[in-house]
C-alpha cells in the first residue's frame, strides 16, 4: 500500500469509529490564517525580547562584559558555521578559511526542571510567533520528513544546534572568547545529572569550562537551588583533584583560566536566594557593577569563580491571547495513573507540572514573592502599551480602569501603583540630572548657541521610552495604509481564591479534555508516543492506547512532542467546541481537505502552467495541514473514548449534583473502596466541601481514616495542606447540609447553572461543561454592569488577610474598582475618589470616541486584559474566548496568568 493511500485508510477508520456522518463543509479553517489578537504587536514585542534576554544571557560572560557582541567578524555563510561546529564537536572539518576567535568555550546548561527547559526552549528560544528574519527562527532550512512528526529528541536537537550556530555567528571582538553549548541537562535531587528524556544518570563532560545552571527564581524554587549548589561543589571538588594532578605531573604552578559556575534566576534573584545561597556557601565572585572585576577575597583561590545573574523573562505568550508566566514546574512530581483514568495502563507513572503559585502564597505563606513577581509583569505590559494606544498617552501607558477581586488581587494592585511612583520619581530624577548634565555642556562646548539638534533629541528620546507597536503601523497611519495599533484599555485581576470550584470540575471542551486525559505541559504542548498519532497499518485494527508504562520500550516508539497553539489554524479552530461537536468538525475536515486536492488531480479537468505552478507552491502547506489534521483525528478518537467511558460519565453526574448542593458522601465512599486514584478522588471531596460550605466533622473523620488505609499515611499531610489552601474544611456544626451556604448564595446570584445551554450551538459560556458557568467569567460578566445587584453576592468573597487599603468601595479588600492617573499615586489614595461608570459604559465611550477619529470604518472592540493570580483552567480560557467573540460583549478579552492549572495539578501542587 502506498504512503497516500494508508494515510487515507487510517484517517477513513477513524473517522467510522468516531460514528459521525454528516455532510462536509466549505473547507475554510485550516487553510486560512488564524485571526490575530489585537495586541499583537505587545505579544509579538514580549516574545522578541523573551528570546534577545535569553540568547544574551547565554553569550554573556561576567569576565569579559565589555565584550558587546554582533555581527561584525561573523562567518559570512552557513558553510563557515557548520564548518565552525565541525571543529567545536572534534568531528574534524576544514576551517582554515574562516574567520573565528582565539578562543572558544564549551558552556554546559544545568536546568532545575524538565518543565523550565521545555519552556525556555519551546516558548521562548523557538517561539512560534517570531517571524523569519527577525532573530525568531534559523534561516538554515534543515531537510526533514514532512510526512511524519518529529520526536521529542529529534526536535530539540535541532533547537540546540541552532542555538549554537546564532551563537557562533555573533562574534565581537576576534580576541575575545566565544562560546557554544555542549548539552542541556537537568538537575537531581542528589546533584547528579539527568538526560532531559529518559530521567536517568548522565556522565559528566570534564571539556566544558562553564557551568550555566538555569533556575526559577523569585524565591518559588529554593529546592533545586540546593541541588544545584551541592552539584557545583562536588564539581569544585573534582576540579581541584584535576588541578593538582596536572600541577604535580608538569611541576609547574601555573594555573589555567578558571571555571565558572553561573547561576541564573528566572525572572529575578531576590535576597532571599541571595542569602540562602551565602548560608550554603556560595557568594558572587564578580562585582556586580558589571565591570568584570574579581573580588580580592576569591584571589588566590582554587580557579573557580561564581557568577550570580537575573534572567528577567517573565510574561511567556503562549498564544496570541494567553499569556503566562509559567510559575508551575517548581517541582517534578510524579503522579500515578491507575486503570481506567486518563486512559492509560494501570500503575503507569509519568511526570507532571505542578502549580507553585497557590502553594506559594497560601501554604508556604510567601505572598509578598507572588504580589511581587505578578505586579513586574504588569508594570512590563504597561510600559509595552506606551504609544499603542489612543486615549491614553497622557498616562504613560498606564492601563486607565483598573478593578480586582479578591485579596491577593488587591495586593498586586497596591504593589503595581507603588511601582508606578517609583519608577515617575525614578524618571523624573534622571530627567533632571540629565538636563543639568545637557546645561553644563552647553555652557562649556557651545556657548553661543542654545538650541539642540534634532538628531540629538530624537536619540535622547529613544533611550527613555520603548514602544511595542510597530514601525509600520506608526509611520504608515497618516497615509491611511494601516490601521492604528490597541492598547489594554482596562484591567480586571481575579484572585484564584473567589472561584476554587471550577478548577475541580471535569471540563467538556476538546483542549479541556486533552489537558484531562493526556495532560498538556508546561510551555503548551503534549507528549504521546509516536505510534498513537502515526499507528502502523495491523494498529488499525485495534484502538489506539497511551502507553505510559515505565516498562514501555522507547526505542521502538519514541516520544513525539505536539505545540498545541495558534500556529496549528486547525487546533485554533477546534480547540474551544464541545466533545459533541469537535468530531464532527474534525470528520468535515477532513472530506475538504480530501476534496479539494482530488478536484485538482482529476484528470478530466485542464489545468494552465500557473495553476500547476500554484497547486505545487501549496504542496508544503496540504503537507502540513494533513500531517496536522491525522494528529488531532487520533487525538481525538482517544479524547472521546474516554469521554464515553461509564467511570467519566459517573464523575460527571456526581459533580453535578455537588454543584445542585446535595451531598455524596455515600458515592465517595463507594468509589475509594473501589480504588479511585487519589487525586481524582480528592477533587470531589474538595468540590464537596466547596459547595457544602465544609464537611461535617463526623463525616471528615470517617473520610480521612479510610484515605489513610487506602492510599497511605503521606495522605495526612496533603489534607492538612488543604485545608490551609481553603480547599477543605471541616464543619463543627450541628445544622443540616441543605441548608443556605457561600456557595448556593452566589448560584443563584450569578446564575451559575444553565442546563438548558445547546452545546452544538451555544449562547452561553456554560457550554463548557455543559451546563455549568464558570464562577470567574460570570463575574467578568457582572463586571461589565457595575457589579449592579450583586451585593449579597459580594459580601461572599474572600475578604483580605491583613491588606488594608481602607473601606471605601474595596470592601475590605474583596473587590476594588479604581482610575489610574498621572502622576500615579498610591492605591489608598485612588480608591478616596468615586467609582467611574461601568466598564460597558467606558467601553462604549472609548469605541465612539476612537471610530471617529481613529478607526475610520474599522469596528473594533477595546482590549480587556485579565490576570488570573494562581492559575486558569482550559475551560476558563474557551468560555472567555466565546464571551470575547459575541457581539454583545463590548471588549476583546486577552488572558494572563501566573500558571495553566486543573484540578488534579492545582491539588498535587498543595500536596508536595
Request: proline content about 5%; hydrophobic content about 35%; charged content about 25%.
Amino acid at each position: 500500500m502506498s504512503e497516500k493511500n494508508r494515510r487515507e485508510c487510517n484517517i477513513v477508520f477513524l473517522l467510522k469509529n468516531l460514528g459521525l456522518t454528516v455532510q462536509p463543509a466549505p473547507f475554510t479553517s485550516i487553510m486560512a490564517t488564524p485571526h490575530r489578537s489585537p495586541l499583537s504587536h505587545i505579544i509579538d514585542a514580549l516574545r522578541h525580547d523573551n528570546r534577545s534576554l535569553l540568547l544574551e544571557t547565554l553569550r554573556f560572560d561576567p569576565r569579559h562584559p565589555d565584550d558587546v557582541l554582533s555581527n561584525h567578524g561573523a562567518p559570512s555563510s552557513t558553510t563557515t558555521i557548520h564548518a565552525a561546529l565541525a571543529g567545536i564537536d572534534g568531528t574534524g572539518g576544514n576551517n582554515a578559511n574562516v574567520t573565528m576567535p582565539t578562543e572558544l568555550q564549551k558552556q554546559q546548561l544545568l536546568f532545575a526542571t524538565v518543565h523550565l527547559r521545555r519552556t525556555l526552549l519551546r516558548n521562548v528560544l523557538k517561539c512560534h510567533g517570531v517571524s523569519e528574519g527577525s532573530g525568531g527562527q534559523t534561516k538554515k532550512k534543515k531537510k526533514s520528513k514532512q510526512n511524519t512528526n518529529k520526536t521529542q529528541v529529534e526536535e530539540e536537537e535541532e533547537m540546540m544546534s541552532d542555538l549554537n550556530e546564532e551563537l557562533l555567528a555573533s562574534f565581537g571582538s576576534l580576541d575575545a572568547p566565544r562560546k557554544c553549548i555542549i548539552g542541556s541537562n537537568i538537575l537531581s535531587s542528589n546533584g547528579e545529572i539527568l538526560s532531559p528524556y529518559t530521567q536517568t544518570p548522565c556522565d559528566e563532560d570534564d571539556s566544558a569550562s562553564i557551568t550555566t545552571y538555569i533556575l526559577r527564581g523569585g524565591g518559588f524554587d529554593l529546592p533545586s537551588l540546593s541541588h544545584a549548589v551541592l552539584h557545583r561543589r562536588t564539581m569544585v571538588g573534582r576540579l581541584h583533584r584535576s588541578r593538582q594532578q596536572q600541577q604535580q605531573q608538569s611541576r609547574s604552578k601555573s594555573q589555567s583560566s578558571g571555571h565558572l559556575f553561573r547561576f541564573v534566576f528566572v525572572p529575578q534573584m531576590t535576597e532571599v536566594e541571595r542569602s540562602f545561597l551565602g548560608e550554603l556557601g556560595v557568594v558572587d565572585d564578580f562585582d556586580g557593577m558589571g565591570t568584570g572585576v574579581i573580588r580580592d577575597s576569591v584571589r588566590g583561590s582554587t580557579g573557580a569563580l561564581t557568577s550570580l545573574e537575573s534572567l528577567p523573562i517573565d510574561l511567556i505568550p503562549l498564544d496570541d491571547d494567553v499569556l503566562s508566566l509559567e510559575l508551575a514546574g517548581g517541582s517534578a512530581l510524579r503522579a500515578t495513573c491507575h486503570e481506567g483514568d486518563c486512559g492509560a495502563g494501570k500503575d503507569a507513572a509519568f511526570v507532571v507540572p505542578s502549580a507553585a503559585c497557590m502553594r506559594h502564597s497560601d501554604v508556604e505563606g510567601c505572598e509578598a514573592d507572588v504580589v511581587d513577581v505578578v505586579a513586574r509583569s504588569l508594570m512590563k505590559l504597561q510600559l509595552l502599551n506606551r504609544g499603542s494606544g489612543h486615549g491614553n498617552e497622557e498616562l504613560k501607558g498606564a492601563i486607565p480602569r483598573v478593578q480586582g477581586l479578591g485579596p491577593l488581587a488587591t495586593a498586586v494592585i497596591d504593589r503595581m501603583m507603588t511601582l508606578r511612583i517609583e519608577e515617575e520619581r525614578m524618571e523624573s530624577q534622571a530627567e533632571e540630572d540629565e538636563a543639568e548634565e545637557d546645561e553644563d555642556n552647553y555652557e562649556s562646548d557651545n556657548p553661543m548657541d542654545g538650541a539642540h539638534s534634532m538628531d540629538e533629541v530624537v536619540n535622547d528620546g529613544e533611550d527613555v521610552e520603548i514602544r511595542a507597536s510597530p514601525s509600520h503601523c506608526q509611520d504608515n497611519l497618516a497615509e491611511g495604509e494601516s490601521d492604528p495599533v490597541s492598547s489594554i484599555d482596562a484591567l480586571l485581576v481575579i484572585d484564584r481564591k473567589i472561584d476554587l470550584v471550577t478548577p475541580m470540575l471535569t471540563p467538556l471542551t476538546y483542549e479541556g479534555l486533552i489537558d484531562d486525559v493526556l495532560g498538556i505541559q508546561v510551555g503548551g504542548c503534549v507528549s504521546v508516543q509516536r505510534s498513537l498519532v502515526e499507528p502502523d497499518d495491523d494498529q488499525l485494527q485495534s484502538p489506539p492506547q497511551i502507553h505510559r508504562s515505565q516498562h514501555h520500550d522507547s526505542a521502538k516508539d519514541p516520544t513525539v512532542v505536539l505545540s498545541l497553539n495558534d500556529s496549528d489554524p486547525l487546533y485554533t479552530e477546534v480547540r474551544d467546541k464541545h466533545v459533541e461537536i469537535f468530531g464532527t468538525f474534525l470528520q468535515n475536515q477532513a472530506k475538504a481537505l480530501k476534496e479539494s486536492h482530488s478536484q485538482f488531480t482529476n484528470r478530466e479537468t485542464a489545468r494552465d502552467l500557473s495553476e500547476i505552478h500554484q497547486f505545487v507552491k501549496q504542496i508544503p502547506v496540504f503537507t502540513r495541514n494533513l500531517r496536522s489534521l491525522t494528529n488531532h483525528i487520533h487525538i481525538a478518537e482517544l479524547v472521546k473514548r474516554a469521554a464515553e467511558a461509564s467511570t467519566f460519565r459517573q464523575r460527571w453526574q456526581t459533580e453535578r449534583s455537588m454543584l445542585e448542593s446535595e451531598p455524596c458522601y455515600e458515592v465517595l465512599e463507594d468509589l475509594i473502596a473501589s480504588g479511585e486514584p487519589p487525586y481524582r478522588w480528592l477533587r470531589l471531596l474538595c468540590l464537596q466541601s466547596l459547595t457544602s460550605n465544609g464537611i461535617k466533622a463526623t463525616r471528615y473523620d470517617s473520610l480521612r481514616k479510610e484515605v489513610v488505609q487506602t492510599y497511605g499515611y503521606e495522605f495526612l499531610m496533603v489534607l492538612n495542606d488543604l485545608e490551609k489552601a481553603g480547599f477543605l474544611r471541616k464543619r463543627e456544626t450541628f445544622f443540616m447540609d441543605s441548608m443556605a451556604t457561600s456557595y448556593s448564595t452566589l448560584r443563584k446570584a450569578l446564575n451559575l447553572i444553565n442546563a438548558e445551554v445547546d452545546p452544538s450551538n451555544p449562547e452561553d459560556v456554560a457550554y463548557v461543561s455543559s451546563g455549568y458557568a464558570p464562577m470567574t467569567v460570570r463575574w467578568v460578566q457582572a463586571s461589565m454592569r457595575a457589579y449592579a445587584g450583586l451585593e449579597e453576592a459580594m459580601r461572599e468573597l474572600p475578604a483580605a488577610g491583613g491588606v488594608g487599603v481602607g473601606s471605601g468601595g474595596g470592601g475590605g479588600g474583596r473587590w476594588i474598582d479604581i482610575e489610574q492617573r498621572f502622576p500615579p499615586e498610591s492605591l489608598a489614595d485612588a480608591m478616596k475618589r468615586p467609582r467611574a461608570q461601568s466598564l460597558a459604559t467606558m467601553a462604549k465611550i472609548w469605541s465612539d470616541s476612537r471610530r471617529g477619529r481613529d478607526y475610520v470604518g474599522v469596528e473594533q472592540k477595546p482590549v480587556l486584559l485579565l490576570y488570573f493570580v494562581g492559575g486558569v483552567t482550559y475551560m476558563e480560557i474557551a468560555a472567555l474566548r466565546f464571551l470575547s467573540k459575541r457581539p454583545s460583549f463590548p471588549y476583546t478579552i486577552v488572558c494572563c496568568t501566573t500558571e495553566i492549572v486543573n484540578g488534579t495539578t492545582l491539588l498535587q501542587s498543595l500536596s508536595c
